[in-house]
């Protein structure tokens, strides 16, 4: 038995995730995976806003002092979550760190592509003691790859079935998996479906004056109404057209673009303009299924998005006779899949198991991913 820690602050920028997990065995496919701890801690507002400029701002000298604050924080984060579970860090392997994603630039015919993760490993191991696991997504984008989603990888190791299946995933971004039936030879199909809860959090953000952060229960959106127009404005993008696989993220459903569209549409009342980006999400999640090589029988959501019973309730319409589900009925976490990915993560690389899915990313070979920091 090993203990790995994994840690994951996503497009959402909630704050930074944390789960202690328990393999059993070398191999690549554990032989019993044992969650033990797994905790959240939401970022301050103030910090939150940091990220946000940074990601849309720069410059040079506030990425390099927000890398090494990440670090502190992800580093606070994971001494939390080992002092609640009793555990010392001298018995934790390895951790894995996503860090905060700044900016990923997919791959294109014309470009390479590039991706940029902050919150400094080594300052981590300081903190910690532990042996760090960090830049994930680098070696696959080398390999010509995505670079995301890489927790597809770890859908397909914790949550094939014995039917075709689905995990949604509707964080900032939202992104699926599809797996085959366990035992079939028929490739699994995962990527990025567009916007999550981004554009609809970024919204209510503006139109409240900060005084929300988010659509509590779906509230704004279930009191408005769609308007086919500004909805269009979103469905055209040309990103929606594109076969898997593919990613994508706050660089390309910015919030300019956001500001764009909320000036443009300045007339409707914000519950309108809240209504119509729920149902942007939901329409764009339900039609990606188009991409699915696979015949699912049941669909488990995750993330924050799968909290918004207007987005759900609509997704379900859109997607039936499919039953959407929730990912605890698998036996895990929804909140704490993604660390756990990473905890995963770290574990192969440790053991030198190539962890990039190609039918997800769609790199040039198999490779093990991430870069160690000894403690």
């Given at each position: 038995?090993?203990i790995?820690?994994?840690?994951?602050s996503g497009?959402?920028?909630?704050?930074v995730?944390?789960?202690a997990?328990?393999?059993?065995?070398?191999?690549?496919?554990p032989r019993?995976?044992?969650?033990?701890?797994?905790?959240?801690s939401?970022?301050?507002?103030?910090?939150?806003?940091?990220?946000?400029r940074a990601?849309?701002?720069g410059p040079a000298?506030?990425?390099?002092d927000l890398?090494?604050?990440?670090g502190?924080?992800?580093?606070a984060?994971?001494?939390?979550t080992l002092?609640?579970?009793?555990l010392?860090?001298?018995?934790?392997?390895?951790?894995?760190?996503h860090?905060q994603?700044?900016?990923?630039?997919p791959?294109e015919?014309?470009?390479?592509?590039?991706?940029?993760?902050?919150?400094?490993?080594?300052?981590?191991?300081?903190m910690?003691?532990?042996?760090?696991?960090?830049?994930?997504?680098?070696?696959?984008?080398?390999?010509?790859?995505?670079?995301?989603?890489?927790t597809?990888?770890?859908?397909?190791?914790?949550?094939?079935?014995t039917?075709?299946?689905?995990?949604q995933?509707i964080?900032?971004m939202?992104?699926?998996t599809?797996?085959p039936?366990?035992?079939?030879?028929?490739s699994p199909?995962?990527?990025?479906?567009?916007?999550g809860?981004?554009l609809?959090d970024?919204a209510?953000?503006?139109?409240?004056a900060?005084?929300?952060?988010?659509?509590?229960?779906?509230?704004?959106?279930a009191?408005?109404?769609v308007?086919a127009?500004?909805?269009?404005?979103?469905m055209s993008?040309?990103?929606?057209?594109?076969?898997?696989?593919?990613?994508?993220?706050?660089?390309?459903?910015?919030?300019?673009?956001?500001?764009?569209w909320?000036?443009?549409?300045?007339?409707?009342?914000?519950?309108?303009?809240?209504?119509?980006?729920?149902e942007?999400?939901?329409?764009?999640?339900?039609?990606?299924f188009?991409?699915l090589?696979l015949d699912p029988?049941s669909?488990?959501?995750?993330?924050?998005?799968?909290?918004?019973p207007?987005?759900?309730?609509?997704?379900a319409?859109?997607?039936?006779?499919l039953?959407?589900?929730?990912?605890?009925?698998?036996g895990?976490?929804?909140?704490?899949?993604?660390?756990?990915?990473?905890?995963?993560?770290?574990?192969?690389?440790?053991?030198?198991?190539s962890a990039?899915?190609?039918?997800a990313?769609?790199?040039?070979?198999?490779?093990?991913?991430?870069?160690?920091?000894r403690?």
């Open positions: 038995m090993s790995y820690l994994g840690l994951m497009t959402s920028l909630d704050g995730d944390v789960a997990v328990s393999f059993e065995g070398d191999e690549e496919r019993a995976v044992e969650p033990l701890m797994f905790r959240s939401p970022y301050d507002p103030s910090f939150r806003d940091r990220i946000r990601i849309a701002e000298s506030s990425l390099c890398d090494f604050d990440l502190r924080v992800f580093g984060a994971a001494l939390e002092a609640a579970a009793g010392a860090p001298s018995g934790v392997r390895a951790l894995g760190s860090g994603t700044i900016w990923h630039q791959p015919p014309a470009r390479p592509g590039s991706t940029l993760q902050l919150g400094n490993p080594s300052v981590i191991a300081e910690t003691g532990i042996e760090v696991v960090s830049n994930f997504r680098d070696r696959d984008v080398a390999a010509g790859g995505q670079g995301a989603p890489l597809a990888y770890t859908d397909a190791i914790l949550f094939a079935g039917e075709d299946r689905v995990i995933n964080g900032g939202a992104n699926l599809a797996l039936a366990r035992g079939s030879d028929r199909v995962a990527f990025d479906t567009g916007p809860v981004a609809i970024g209510v953000r503006r139109l409240t900060g005084a929300m952060d988010y659509d509590v229960d779906g509230r704004l959106a009191s408005g109404r308007h127009g500004a909805l269009e404005d979103w993008d040309p990103y929606f057209a594109v076969p898997p696989p593919k990613s994508t993220g706050r660089e390309y459903f910015s919030e300019t673009r956001l500001a764009h909320l000036d443009d549409h300045g007339s409707l009342p914000a519950a309108d303009l809240v209504a119509t980006l729920t942007f999400t939901a329409r764009t999640i339900a039609e990606s188009r991409w090589t029988t669909c488990f959501l995750c993330g924050g998005g799968a909290r918004n207007t987005l759900v309730d609509r997704l319409t859109l997607v039936s006779p039953p959407l589900g929730d990912l605890a009925a698998l895990v976490d929804p909140d704490a899949r993604e660390a756990i990915a990473f905890a995963l993560l770290a574990r192969q690389h440790t053991l030198g198991i990039n899915a190609l039918w990313t769609g790199a040039s070979g198999l490779r093990v991913l991430g870069s160690r920091v403690a």
